[in-house]
């Protein structure tokens, strides 16, 4: 059959070649026909006439015209046009152009004769070709039977494809129905509806049975290039949206990885090459259709328009916009499938987009993804893909592509590079030792033991502590390397506030080593100056952090950074920054809660009076939290009872403007604020106030309720915080209108009262000193 085929497309291809060929031949002809006619002809010589034996009467005899009058004929015949003209090349060639071959030797042929000589070549037509039928067989003999085939005539054809455009061309000439606007949107919500259901019969068949209609996956991921211009923007979101959902839910909890030749080879059961299909088919539409939407970003990023011109710029927007969602959630969805860094890597870049709703959806994907992780294979990839982010783009990205790391679960790392090595493994007797140990039973015995126990490690599916401690380990020297590359090569960059939150909540897990160049490097940050003052706290909230864990061991008085605290918290108020209290209240955790008998008194008490200072001038909930801090204050040192005395205490006057807190005489002074916070209107502002005018007891009259003892400085900070616009506790009741503006002069008037007093007090303090 391939032979056959193929001698019909050669026969088929030698009579188009021979068509064109006979149209070169007629172009050639008439090429030179034009120019011979352009040209004077030579005169012809006279010929003798023949002489005729029979005479004219005679049948089959008749007497030759004369050679000029012939070519007088043929001329005529050229200038009409006729079409049998082919002939016709030679005579006009030997009358025109050319000379005998032999002129010397035959002087006295005439042009007529020698032209009469020349073999003609009349237009032939093609061979036919003949299909051999079954012979038959008679009395005579056998017959051969044999039947033209058809040949297919190219200028008809063309003249009936020419003849299918002329009525193609009047079809559409005729003017096309024109649709109302209201006709037209019924129009558009019909074949909306109509796509609906398309995709909602195709997903329903996927999803009640993904083993035998596995292939309708493509036919559902064909729509993701729907043409119709009216409807293909919202059909291929909605396509988008449906395959998402169709994958999170058939996907399996395992990576499928590809079969070897051997295994293909191999004969298995009917169900085994079942799952086997089905599984190849997922893997390679799941692939398909991170392909389509990573070329829909793509095209957008590049504002690239394709040619079929379906949908416009402006929507290729809101296409990416879903396609980035769709690759949010598999990211967070299937972490444990194929494909995963290939997500990671479409993903990361993403979150450093100019456009604010396209890099707050990646952030936020990559946040719930290190929240959930707890196993740290996804956590490292991502972490990996950020930091060569971070380094190729010169440091020049957004600082929000930083704070992800603050959301990694990492609490325990590897101290030591050889610990897995010194760990305790479970080791298995030698041959030698159970013969020299055991006896033949005992060896029976262990031996069953030993292969049961091998199977339970192989089949564990959950991973152990060690692999998990590796894992986080590498996780956090990537973090520590991107860290210290910016603050040794980018120190005025945007990312160093990022950088310095990171090192304040990881810095207890540095190697000791690295402890001394970090410190320096912090304080050098402090004291140059172009710190804000979030971020000075953050230096601040670092060191304190590496000296309270592995740093203990240091010999290092961070006498530097108390005096900078001590000098920052007046730079704190009501206004913007009242959020940074709970970076504050994490300081004075660290500083002095934590290394209470590296403080001494000097410092405690001056701490404790700015603080109660600062609790006038800030939020209800920032107030709650330093009350709850001076408690602590009051607990935990000796003597704190002091600043509730109006005697002073040894010689020298307080000094509220010195930034020094070991200098300043803080025992000469008393805590007279909480007088005015007793007043305050906040009532848990005036139970911490009362409570610690009582000598922050631990019972009796003055305790406070255990929801409010039990709690730390930062829980109540946030637990009162006002950014819902909401009074916590909640009000009872709504007083009448009388009694509202009653109150509120009367918070004004409080308010002005505390002002007052707190000049007055300060100008008292300042004369009594110079006196």
């Not at 011109?309 to 402006?314: A, H, W």
């Amino acid at each position: 059959q391939i032979k056959l085929d193929n001698k019909l497309k050669n026969k088929q291809y030698k009579q188009k070649s021979a068509v064109k060929k006979y149209r070169k031949e007629q172009k050639k002809l008439r090429e030179a026909v034009r120019d011979a006619i352009s040209r004077k002809p030579f005169p012809l010589e006279e010929c003798k006439k023949k002489q005729v034996g029979n005479t004219e009467g005679e049948e089959g005899q008749v007497n030759q015209p004369l050679p000029w009058g012939r070519g007088r004929h043929l001329i005529q015949l050229v200038r009409h046009g006729s079409r049998q003209i082919t002939w016709l090349v030679h005579l006009v060639c030997l009358m025109f152009f050319s000379e005998p071959v032999h002129v010397k030797k035959r002087k006295h042929e005439s042009v007529i004769e020698k032209y009469e000589k020349v073999p003609r070549r009349l237009q032939t037509e093609p061979e036919k070709e003949l299909i051999h039928l079954l012979p038959i067989k008679d009395k005579s003999g056998i017959i051969p039977q044999a039947v033209e085939k058809p040949v297919l005539d190219v200028a008809h054809d063309e003249e009936e494809d020419e003849e299918d455009m002329e009525e193609a061309e009047d079809f559409n000439e005729e003017p096309l129905p024109v649709l109302t606007p209201e006709e037209m949107a019924a129009q558009r919500r019909q074949k909306l509806q109509e796509r609906k259901m398309h995709i909602a019969a195709l997903a329903s068949a996927i999803l009640s049975e993904p083993d035998s209609n596995i292939k309708k996956l493509k036919e559902l991921r064909a729509m993701l290039m729907e043409q119709d211009p009216n409807v293909a923007v919202i059909v291929r979101k909605l396509v988008m949206v449906s395959l998402m959902e169709i994958f999170k839910d058939i996907a399996p909890s395992y990576k499928i990885r590809p079969l070897t030749e051997a295994e293909k080879a191999t004969k298995v059961k009917k169900e085994t090459q079942k799952l086997r299909e089905f599984e190849e088919g997922l893997v390679s539409q799941y692939k398909f259709y991170l392909e389509n939407l990573e070329q829909t970003i793509k095209d957008w990023k590049q504002r690239k328009l394709k040619k079929s011109n379906v949908i416009s710029l402006k929507a290729y927007k809101g296409l990416a916009e879903v396609a980035v969602k769709c690759l949010c959630e598999l990211l967070v969805a299937l972490p444990h499938f194929n494909f995963h860094n290939n997500i990671i890597v479409l993903i990361v870049p993403l979150m450093n987009d100019p456009s604010k709703m396209i890099s707050e959806l990646c952030v936020e994907a990559v946040k719930k993804l290190f929240k959930q992780d707890k196993l740290g294979y996804a956590s490292l990839g991502v972490v990996k893909v950020i930091s060569g982010l971070v380094r190729g783009r010169n440091y020049d990205v957004r600082p929000e592509v930083l704070k992800v790391f603050l959301h990694l679960r990492i609490k325990e790392v590897e101290l030591q590079k050889d610990s897995e090595d010194i760990a305790p493994k479970k080791k298995f007797m030698t041959y030698k030792e159970k013969r020299k140990h055991l006896s033949r039973m005992q060896r029976k015995w262990r031996k069953a033991e030993e292969k049961l126990e091998r199977e339970l490690l192989e089949a564990e599916a959950s991973e152990s502590k060690e692999k998990k401690l590796k894992l986080h380990t590498e996780t956090l020297n990537i973090v520590f390397v991107t860290y210290f590359r910016i603050l040794k090569k980018a120190q005025k960059s945007p990312l160093l506030p990022a950088v310095l939150e990171g090192l304040a909540k990881f810095a207890h897990l540095i190697n000791v080593e690295f402890f001394d160049d970090l410190l320096m490097v912090l304080h050098s940050l402090i004291a140059s100056g172009d710190l804000s003052y979030r971020e000075s706290l953050h230096c601040v909230l670092s060191a304190f952090h590496i000296l309270s864990g592995q740093g203990d061991v240091l010999n290092i008085d961070p006498m530097k950074f108390y005096t900078h605290l001590y000098k920052t918290l007046f730079s704190l108020h009501a206004g913007g920054t009242n959020e940074d209290i709970g970076i504050v209240l994490q300081c004075l955790d660290v500083m002095f809660a934590k290394r209470r008998k590296q403080v001494s008194q000097q410092r405690a008490l001056a701490f404790l009076k700015r603080l109660s200072i600062l609790a006038l001038h800030v939020l209800p909930n920032s107030s709650v939290g330093i009350l709850a801090t001076n408690r602590i204050f009051m607990q935990t040192f000796p003597r704190m009872d002091l600043l509730l005395d109006n005697e002073s205490q040894g010689s020298g006057v307080y000094l509220p403007e010195l930034d020094e807190p070991e200098h300043c005489n803080a025992q000469n002074t008393a805590l007279w604020e909480l007088h005015l916070l007793q007043r305050h209107y906040h009532p848990t502002v005036q139970k911490f106030a009362s409570h610690l005018i009582a000598g922050a007891p631990t019972e009796g009259s003055g305790v406070l309720p255990l929801d409010l003892s039990q709690r730390s400085a930062t829980e109540l900070f946030e637990t009162y915080c006002m950014k819902g616009m909401t009074f916590n506790p909640p009000v009872a009741s709504v007083t009448p209108r009388r009694k509202v503006l009653f109150s509120s002069v009367s918070f004004f008037n409080q308010y002005n009262t505390i002002c007052v007093t707190t000049a007055l007090k300060w100008k008292f303090e300042g004369s009594k000193g110079l006196m």
